[in-house]
């Protein structure tokens, strides 16, 4: 499974094969929402919900699935 670096925490995280640019993971380390931007290597940055349109905020929160952790 091919793996990045959080650019959070600094720890490995896995990431699913079929992994598009543009998907997003969470850190099983710090909780951090990272978004896919490289494939090749692939590359990670701390994702920011300011890129979404606010109308899309239904759509996020149907995503948030981490925030049960809380
Ligand atoms: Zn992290």
Redesign the pocket.
Known sequence: MPTSI?P??D?E?YVDAETEQGDRVS?D??G?QLVIVGLDPIEMDVYEEAEVDHKDDEDLEAYDYESDRY
């Open positions: 959080c959070e925490c720890e995280v850190c380390e710090c951090a």
